[in-house]
């Protein structure tokens, strides 16, 4: 926006200026009359104190953040340490410390209240901490945009005519508003980021911050529209003579700009909503929202350059963002093809087994071997086909083939509507050995599993295995002779029983490398109660009521169940399993779980994946089991923590 235009439009003469953040300078002495002098000195102290409010918010966020890392300080400290040892039917337990107790006792209560989800069919499935932190930014800026601004009605004239412009507090508290909007453009973009600065302070994963991102990403869409509408009321009725002023105001170019801006963010809201992604598809709407997000940013800076410090800030993010993921790429394939043509981009090259998931769906085993960059269990990686399409790449968990190591990466892959559905046309169109090139991104996550904890509950549904499974066996593997070996439970929940030959080798390494502290759970349950040979047990659907039977399933000729005396498939009668008895069942162990009685007493941590209903039943199974009250006492079983990977 041009200095004269802001001066004229704001009646002032032409005496000395008074600078003001992110506005034009204030001329005085104010030489107009009494109603203009007193309009323009509310206009400046409004427009001062919505910088100041601005900078405020992101001192809050700064604050928030340093005070979450030293939570993340505190509670890695050895808050266990050992006060007294007292035994109890063999078991050595540790009466911990008051703060301790005290801090787990703060931490169980939190989840008892904030784990489950509310809310579902408006927000989605988030948890009430979620919601809880977003309201809290809704209230804040609701009230600050509200809060210091002058309430009143001013009437001007209007230069050479006898009519009278009404200017009102509509004026300041607009531009309040898309100072707002300006403002927390880059904490939008930085909760949306893969390669996310907040995570690494956190230690909370990427992902979970997509919630906030969609929802803060609204309130500047509505604090755009009523930026606009606010103006244009001013402009096409209280500014006088009519059309002339509106006429003149609509071709300026801070004008234009801001037209393209509001179009360009509409354009964002309408297609990233959830229905219309669905028609529009994925790939449309990734490809769609980086375009349109880059140019409103541009758009804005446009619109006006004062605030533009927020635009510089968002667009730093955005190209870091990318910047970061395109060297994670690179360093992973830029290899040594041979000695003749140098270094080169090399992609892995990928083992396809495809599987017939028994409900006319088809899931893909991908296989193959790449030795950096390592990755810690329950981390993924973004894997994208060039023999399908560049432009595309999607989150997957690896886990390594039969458990031997991180550089045998494989991927338990549902093949949907979208490019994944034609993974299994490349194994069909080849002959031989199937093979195709994949490129990685990665690995992204933070760290799983609390070292402090003994008991760990792995929960997964369909190919949520591929994150579970991974983690029960490094929780298994973690033993050592200072501590006593972790009890590991390992609850699977599959539709057909076939579809257990997606991981089948791996659950027997699994099993066999671990059978004094692992055991492992299959419910089945879009099939009937069927029998096994006389190896296995074939368990009711009942936890609490557990029958035996001898027979063969059926299914794939060359499919052969997993042998283990630790190994239980249950047949739910046409419903899932309770995440609630399995939490319960698992806390109290009942049955026993686990042939090592000292493995019972301590923390559990629950570590999870599969559908998103799954997830609702289970975040509310572990904040019932959440006790804090019992947690003080000492009864460190009350103390349930739920990891869940939500992709």
Known sequence: MDEPAVERRHIQGQESKIPHWGYSSRLLPCTKDPESCSYLDAVYWMQDLSMLYTFIIWAVIGGLLLFTLAL???????LRKPGSRRELEGQTLVKASSFSRAWNA???????????????????????????????????????????????????PVKNSSSFSTRTTLGPLANRIGAFAFAITPLTIMLGTRENILSLITGIPYRHFNFLHRWIGRIIFIQTVLHTVFWTIIQTRLYQPQPKVYTKFITKRYIIFGIIAQTLMTFIYIFSINRVVRWTGYEFFRKSHYIAGALYLGACWGHWARLSCWMIASIGVLFLDRGVRLLRTLVIHLDLKDRYKGIGFKPAEGKITSFDDGDGGIVTRLEFRHDQPPWEAGQHFFLCFPDITIWQSHPFTPFPKQLQNNSQHAYVIRCLSGETSRLPLLASNSSGDITIPVILTGPYGTHVLDKSTRNILAIAGGTGIS????????????????????RVELVWIIRRTRNIEWVQDELTVLLHSHPKNVTVRIFVSREPSMELTNTHRAENLSLSDEKTNPSKPNGNPSFVLPQHPNLHILWPA??????????????????????????????????????????HDLRAAVAAANDAGQVWKGKEEFDVSLYWDNR
């Open 574 to 615: 046409n419903h899932h399993p309770d995440m609630h008895e399995i939490v319960q069942n698992f806390i109290h162990n009942e049955p026993p779980s686990s042939p090592s009685p000292s493995a019972v007493a301590g923390r559990v941590q629950v570590v999870a994946s599969g559908p998103a209903e799954m997830g």
């Open 106 to 156: 703060l931490s169980a209560g939190a989840r008892h209240y904030l784990l489950p989800e509310s809310l579902v069919n408006f927000f989605g499935h988030v948890t009430r901490l979620q919601v809880a932190i977003f309201c809290g930014i809704l209230v804040y800026l609701l009230i600050f945009t509200l809060v210091g601004s002058v309430y009143k009605l001013w009437l001007t």
């Open 467 to 486: 994150f579970a499974l991974p983690l029960a066996a490094a929780a298994a593997a973690s033993g050592n002779k200072e501590e006593p070996d972790r």
């Open 72 to 78: 993340r300080l505190v509670s890695s400290l050895d």
